[in-house]
């Protein structure tokens, strides 16, 4: 018996690390903004462990679906309907947000200005078009976060076609997906000046993580289950060379970032299956609501942390606060809590909503 008996397209146990990811990314944002004397620093890579979570996924549910050219536009279409409405959302949100902070002005407004530096109309347009991620400006722009959803929209695009046409199915989910992993290890290293590109190859950065994630569900879908105990030590294992990682400073082993893809891929497979080892704790109802709200939390928390940073960053200079620094640690709490509401109401009241309307005009199509 393999990985293949798990038929459904739900994880329970990758859908809290989904969770705790989104968290942790929650975390390198204020860390960016403040400089927090402990280590968040290499906590932008839970980016790339959403990239190999996304192959992964997508080739499990749609890796022998798309069978034509209705087969393919529906996957689009479905995927746009998860991923785009809340990145509008956001977006719109973001511009009203950036039109409070220039009408409050003074040194809050000296303190966010720098990451609105490339906002202007083009860019808002680029943004409504999705196309912030594939080295359309000359940096950031808006929501900064967004921009993996312009380049996952585009991922999507190229490896449905990939499905589409054949190179790769469920029985060959390796030769196009390890030439594509080569490829883009090779882009980066002579293109980029470091892994952690964003807005501008970080559409490279993407397909290396989404190529991974289909290696990853090849290895998955073949091997024997596994028994309890070797779940459990490839979880660990897992766990802690990503551990490992994150403590490492770049500037100590600068390429050794590079292995993230590879690294998360063994933690996808070792927790997949949804038993032993760590996944009982993953299973526990909070970690399970944190990851359904996901998204909503990726995409909405940038503003906040904007905006707290140059609250607390403002009194700092004004006198207001001074002394210890564990009034900087008091920040995540605070910001975790705000955060995690907001994205709770989102995720409810926005996210689902718009999908399932999205999804319906789909069945409204005259076949």
Request: aromatic share 14%; hydrophobic share 55%.
């Amino acid at each position: 018996m393999s990985g293949e008996t798990h038929v459904g397209s739900y994880f329970r146990a990758l859908e809290a690390i989904r969770g705790l990811t989104a968290l942790a990314i929650v975390l390198y944002h204020l860390d960016d903004r403040l400089g927090l004397p402990f280590y968040f620093d290499n906590f932008f890579i839970g980016v790339d462990l959403f990239f190999v979570l996304s192959g992964f996924v997508i080739f499990h549910v749609y890796g022998g679906r798309i069978n034509d050219r209705t087969g393919y536009a529906r996957f689009l279409w479905l995927r746009f309907a998860r991923i785009y409405p809340l990145h509008f959302a956001t977006l719109i949100a973001f511009a009203a947000f950036q039109a409070v902070v220039t009408a409050i002005g003074g040194d809050f407004e000296a303190t966010i200005k720098p990451m609105l530096a490339h906002n202007d109309v083009w860019s808002f347009i680029g943004n409504v078009l999705a196309i912030q991620g594939l080295n359309t400006f000359a940096g950031p722009t808006f929501n900064i976060p967004s921009w993996s959803i312009s380049t996952e929209l585009y991922t999507y695009a190229v490896f449905g076609a990939l499905f589409w046409a054949g190179l790769i199915r469920p029985d060959k989910p390796f030769v196009v997906p390890v030439v594509i992993v080569v490829a883009s290890y090779f882009l980066l290293v002579t293109q980029a000046s470091q892994f952690q590109v964003m807005e501008d190859l970080g559409f490279i950065r993407n397909t290396l993580g989404f190529a991974v994630g289909i290696i990853a569900r090849g290895v998955f879908a073949s091997l024997p289950t596994p028994t309890a105990r070797t779940l459990t030590v490839l979880q660990a294992g897992a766990v802690v060379l990503l551990l490992g990682l994150l403590a490492l400073p770049i500037r100590v082993a600068p390429y050794a970032i590079y292995t993230t893809p590879i690294l998360c891929a063994f933690l996808i497979v070792g927790f997949a299956y949804d038993r032993a080892g760590l996944c009982p704790i993953l299973l526990l109802p909070p970690l399970q609501w944190l990851g359904r709200i996901s998204y909503a939390l990726y995409l909405t928390h940038y503003m906040v942390v904007l905006a707290i940073s140059a609250l607390y960053l403002t009194a700092v200079q004004h006198g207001w606060i001074v002394g210890a620094l564990w009034k900087q640690w008091a920040l995540i709490p605070v910001v975790a809590a705000i955060t995690l509401a907001i994205a709770h109401v989102t995720y409810h009241r926005l996210e689902l909503p718009a999908k399932a309307f999205l999804r319906m005009q789909w069945r409204a199509v005259p076949s």
